[in-house]
Structures are given as structure tokens and as C-alpha cells.
């Protein structure tokens, strides 16, 4: 089948910063549901946190119905859940199981799903459900700038320099910036000197933190960067440095 066909039974129904989620309204097997979201988005969706519940809620309208997620029960070795994105780490304190479930009700169910109450089940890997993929708002750009002409290069030319608000968002800004040909790259985080504060450019407030330590004490001009290797913590840079930087789209 023609991709133009695809999009025909496809909703698009959220655009947020690092995220756009897709319904797919076409009943696949789970590992048909991942081939096909890592073929034509980025893969099956990981539900996290809050923040991407809520914004889940939205499947729950009209008539759609449950939907595969990134879910799935490792079954060589220890079985333990695991996200079909693998670089987050499946958390147990994180869930938001149904009541009873996971519960292999039929036997052997290994794979999640997620109701229109946005409660997960495990379910039959072999079942036919509609599902959820998720394409990554984030393009690295390899121009050397400063933090300034970054900021309205992102602005120009897509959304924004990125906004980093829990540690989801900031491994898929890490998966971006590996690729990078600076050491650093800028983020969307500025220091006012004025108010003695951190903040985002998007008006976020800094919540989730990830400073390297033995940083210098905060200055006027200056802004974060994340290393692009290492443990990609961040770093208090001086704005008229030049590095690679990441948009969001
Ligand atoms: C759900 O969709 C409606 C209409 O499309 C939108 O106004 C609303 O902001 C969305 N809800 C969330 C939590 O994003
Ligand atoms: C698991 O989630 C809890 C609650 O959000 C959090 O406090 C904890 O740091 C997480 N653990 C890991 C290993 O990420
Ligand atoms: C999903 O469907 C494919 C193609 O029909 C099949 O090869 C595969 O075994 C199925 N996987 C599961 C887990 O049922
Ligand atoms: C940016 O700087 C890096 C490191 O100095 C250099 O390797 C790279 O070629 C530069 N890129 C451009 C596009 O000038
Ligand atoms: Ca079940």
C-alpha cells in the first residue's frame, strides 16, 4: 500500500515540543504496530510521565479505542518490562497499570497496551490493535554560533532552541547532540543576571536540572550548553562561544 494511503487512516492529534504522537487507525500485531512506527515516525510510543498522559487524554475522544504503546515483556533471560525506545528505562515506580492487570489473563500476554482511560494492560502480542507512534521534534543544527543567532535561527527557521523539563527530554536531546562537531551544543537556557535566574526560552520553569558539577558561579552572558559525550550533563558557557545547537520543530 501507497504511504500516501497510510495517511489517509492516520491521526495526527498533538503537536507538543519534543513529541508529535500519531493514531494509527490500522490494526497490526505488536511487532508489525513497531516495524511500521520505526519505518515511518520514530517509534512506538513510551507514557512516561504525567505530562504525556495528559497529553494522551486526547485518544480517549471520538471513537478511538485502545491502542499498543512501546510496551513489551522481555521473555529471554529475566522477564521484566522494557520500552521498545531503549534508551528509557522501563520504571516501576512509573506505571500506570489497570486495575488487575498485567495479568496474562489468556495465557502469556507480553505485550502493552494502553485503554481509553489511559490505564495499560498487557495483552497477546499476537492480537490485531490500532496503535500509537511518536515522531522526535528535535533537529540538531551543525552551524558554529553563538548562543544568540542559535536563538533566532531556531526561531527563523523552526520552533525554538530546545527547552529540556524532565529526563525523557533530555535523553532525546542527548540522542541529537552525539551527533554534533562541537564538544558542547546550546540549549535553550539563558541566565538574568538582572534576577539572579536560570530560565528557559520558552518560559519553562527550570525543574528538571542536570548540571555538571564544580560549575562556575553564575555571570551576566552567559548560557547552558550540553556536552555532547560523556553524560551529557550541562554546562555554564560564555554566549559569544560558537557551537552546534538543537531546534525544536
Ligand atoms: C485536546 O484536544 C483539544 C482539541 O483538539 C485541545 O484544545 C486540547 O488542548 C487537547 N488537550 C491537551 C491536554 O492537550
Ligand atoms: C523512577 O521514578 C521515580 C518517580 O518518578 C523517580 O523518583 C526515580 O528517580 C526513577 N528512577 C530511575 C532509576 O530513574
Ligand atoms: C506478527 O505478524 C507477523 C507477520 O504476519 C508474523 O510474522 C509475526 O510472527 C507476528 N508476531 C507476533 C508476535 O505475533
Ligand atoms: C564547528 O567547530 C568545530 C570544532 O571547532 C569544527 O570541527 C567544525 O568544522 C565547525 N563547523 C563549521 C560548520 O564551521
Ligand atoms: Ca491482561
Redesign the pocket.
Known sequence: MKYSLFILFMFTFMVSQLYEFHYINEAKNWTEAQQYCREKHTDLVTVTNMKDMKRLINISAGYQSEAWIGLYYQTDGTRKWHWSQSEVKFNESETNWNTNEPNDATGVQNCGIIWKNLKWGDLSCNDHRYFLCYDDELILI???KTWEDALYYCRDHHHDLVTITNMEDQISVQQEAQFA???HVWMGLHYAWSLDLWFWVSDEVVRYKNWASNEPMDDCDMSGAMETGGKHKWRKKRDSE?F?FICSK
Request: aromatic share 0%; no cysteine.
Open positions: 551543525k552551524e558554529n562537531s562541537t564538544d560558537k552546534n
